[in-house]
């Protein structure tokens, strides 16, 4: 038997190529492989278990990575408000929550994986588990496409087999292999959306880090690379006994490694006074000063900060915490305004593909028809998902990006 598309992977983005086109095209035969055991790992372990379906708002912007003219133009084939109805005529009702983010009502990643399995086998979608590709290749009809269980063919084939983040789930990186060997280049790949490891030790940058594990705070983290402004990402941050985690260090992740792969030279710094900058932080101290003379440094700094930070900031100026404001110094008021608003945050690396969610690099986007996710290097491959050098910020982005291409993906399966 030919199958007309064979879809290798069942994550988010092969589950819903798999779906998409076979809705649009009821007389496709169309098979989904995927290497697990039990499909959808990924899913299950997203957002802490609760999956964030996509988010409220989602634009170009809010990605890295390809062109973004393509990547608009991906986005516009399947918007949110289409991401929300699709999930809830599969029985996925979905709720708002800080930042856009849209959960299941359910809170449960589960629920959303069984509903593309169970939407994936009503629309007639074959889906066969423990199948690791290894091998693709064209040929005069199509595909040939060897797996452990034997060989297959197909007149397309889907490729949408992840990145690398979560290697257990799956997502290894095999697919860069089969699209390679089909003709495609690899942008250099990275972790994303990972947890940052920071130096144990640096007169720089004392490592207070171990000593604030657990505490959670709202930063502004800039990075600097070669001396200049990269990007700042606002969020909540959360000290480790490694280094930090939390949105903003996820969102600054990506940002610090493209920069280290490129050779640049990075550092980062953390307001740790969101609301302030420094000219405006010494004010607030004056004005204290003139109200309450007598209070303690430690006492309003812990107003700003949390306890166990305050005293650690205070601990690696010197300075007293007892100290009253009115005997504040200038030179000391300064050294506390400047270590509130740009705390050295000493990055040796990222905690990998292990813990990250996210891959960044990955098959080029200029090498394939954002109108159809087909491949300009080989007719009848589609690629879509992660394993393309397209990567969002943290808040369901990554996922609207699964959806999308693989609606855009169906619409080109569909035509032919």
């Known amino acids: 038997m030919t199958w007309d598309v064979i879809v290798v992977g069942a994550g988010a983005a092969g589950l819903a190529t798999a779906i998409f086109t076979r809705n649009r095209r009821q007389e496709a035969s169309v098979l989904l492989l995927d290497g697990a055991r039990k499909p959808g790992a990924k899913i299950l372990v997203s957002g802490g278990g609760r999956c964030n379906v996509t988010n409220t708002v989602v634009t170009e912007r809010d990605y890295r990575g390809g062109p973004p003219a ?14 929300v109805r699709f ?9 708002e929550e800080h930042d856009g983010k849209l959960f299941p009502d359910s809170n449960s990643a589960r629920q959303v994986l069984d509903a593309l399995l169970e ?20 040929t005069a009809g199509g595909f040939r496409v060897a797996t452990n269980a034997g060989e297959l063919l197909a007149r397309r084939v889907v490729l949408a087999t992840g990145g690398m ?4 789930s799956g997502s290894d990186g095999a697919g860069y292999a089969l699209a390679r060997a089909l003709g495609h280049t690899m942008v250099a790949t990275t972790p994303a959306l990972a947890p940052l490891v920071l130096s144990a030790s640096g007169e720089d940058a004392p490592a207070t880090h171990s000593t604030w594990s657990g505490v959670s705070q709202p930063v502004v983290l800039t990075l600097r690379a070669d001396g200049s402004v990269a990007t700042r990402q606002p969020g ?5 006994h490694f280094g930090i985690s939390g949105p903003a260090a996820l969102d600054l992740s990506r940002h610090w490694l493209r920069a280290r792969l490129e050779g640049r030279a990075a550092d980062a710094t953390a307001n740790l006074t969101p609301d302030f900058h420094f000219e405006s932080l010494e004010d607030f101290w004056l004005d204290q000063a003139r109200h309450r ?27 007293d915490e007892s100290t009253t404001l009115a005997s504040l110094t200038r030179d000391d008021r300064r050294r506390v305004c400047h270590a509130l608003t740009a705390w050295p945050i000493p990055i040796v690396d990222s905690r990998g593909y292990n813990f990250a969610e996210a891959t960044a690099g990955g098959i080029a986007l200029h090498e394939i028809d954002p109108s159809t996710m087909e491949s300009r290097c080989c007719p009848g491959l589609y690629l879509v998902g992660e394993m393309l050098d397209v ?19 169906a619409g080109g399966l569909s035509r032919t």
């Open 70 to 83: 393509s990547v608009r133009r991906v986005l516009r084939a399947l918007t949110v408000a289409d991401t």
């Open 87 to 95: 999930f809830a005529d599969a029985g996925v009702a979905l709720h």
């Open 119 to 138: 939407r994936a086998a009503a629309s007639g979608v074959e889906l066969r588990s423990s199948h690791r590709v290894s091998l693709l290749e064209k």
């Open 165 to 168: 983040s979560l290697p257990k």
């Open 236 to 240: 909540s941050m959360l000290w480790t």
């Open 293 to 319: 003379p007598r209070a303690m440094l430690g006492t309003i700094i812990g107003t700003k900060v949390p306890a166990a930070v305050a005293e650690g900031v205070l601990a690696a100026l010197g300075i």
């Open 391 to 409: 990567d969002g910020r943290l808040g369901g982005f990554n996922f609207q990006w699964a959806w999308s291409s693989a609606a855009v993906a």
